[in-house]
C-alpha cells in the first residue's frame, strides 16, 4: 500500500489537536500503593563460563508429558538395602547370578506365576542372585496424544517383586549388566534363608 502525503487541510486539523494537548507524566498517572511491598528485580539466568570455547554445562530436561520417572529412574533412586560392596560388584556384572528365568514372550497371566513359582524355589534352595529377563518390549507407541510405554513385562516384574508375597524375600532389585541383558532383564538379590 501507497503511503499518501498529509494535504493542507489535515495538517491545519492535526496543529489545532496537538495545541490543545498536554504532556502526561507516567509518574503522575501511577501512584504505588503504600501497603504493596516494591517488586522483586526479574532474575537473570546466566550460562556458566566455561574454558577454552567448550560447550557450557546445561542440565537434562524432564519430559513436560509424562509426570511420573522413567522405571530406571526409580530404581536409581532407591536405597541401597544390601552390601555396597556387593552391591558395586553385582552393577559392574562381576556378580555371577545362581539362576535365571526368561519371561520372554509370555503374557502377564503366564508370567506371574512363573516368576512367583522361581523367586520361591529360588529362595529356598537358598541361592542370593538371581536373574529375571523380561526382555525390553516391542514399540507399540503409535504417536498419539497419551504417552504408550514399551514392555510391559519390563515394567510389570519389578511391581510384582514389590508385592507379597515376593517383597518379604526379595531385598534388592537392580537393572542387569549390559553383559547379562542390560535394559531388558533385572539382578534379583534375596534375603537369607532362615
Same mark, same amino acid.
Request: charged share 30%; hydrophobic share 35%; glycine share 8%.
Given at each position: ?41 526479574? %532474575? ?12 557450557? #554445562? ?97 515394567? %510389570?516384574?519389578? %511391581? ?11 531385598? %534388592?532389585?537392580? #537393572? ?19
Amino acid at each position: 500500500m501507497k503511503r499518501r502525503r498529509l494535504n493542507d487541510d489535515d495538517l491545519a486539523l492535526w496543529r489545532r489537536v496537538t495545541e490543545r494537548t498536554e504532556k502526561l507524566e507516567m509518574s503522575k498517572l501511577f501512584t504505588p500503593e503504600i501497603d504493596a511491598p516494591a517488586p522483586a528485580p526479574p %532474575q537473570v539466568r546466566r550460562a556458566k563460563i566455561t574454558l577454552q570455547g567448550s560447550k557450557p #554445562q546445561t542440565t537434562a530436561k524432564k519430559r513436560s508429558n509424562d509426570l511420573r520417572p522413567t522405571l530406571s529412574e526409580q530404581m536409581k533412586a532407591a536405597p541401597v538395602q544390601m552390601d555396597h560392596k556387593a552391591f558395586g560388584k553385582m552393577k559392574r556384572g562381576k556378580l555371577r547370578p545362581e539362576g535365571r528365568i526368561d519371561l520372554h514372550g509370555m503374557t502377564l497371566d503366564r508370567a506371574h506365576p512363573a516368576l512367583n513359582g522361581f523367586i520361591m524355589d529360588a529362595h529356598a534352595r537358598g541361592k542370593r542372585l538371581v536373574l529375571v529377563i523380561t526382555g525390553k518390549g516391542k514399540r507399540r507407541d503409535e504417536g498419539g496424544p497419551i504417552p504408550v510405554r514399551d514392555g510391559v513385562l519390563r515394567h %510389570q516384574v519389578p %511391581q510384582w517383586l514389590a508385592m507379597p508375597p515376593l517383597s518379604a524375600l526379595v531385598l %534388592q532389585i537392580t #537393572q542387569a549388566h549390559i553383559s547379562h541383558g542390560g535394559g531388558g532383564a533385572y539382578y534379583v538379590y534375596l534375603r537369607r534363608h532362615r
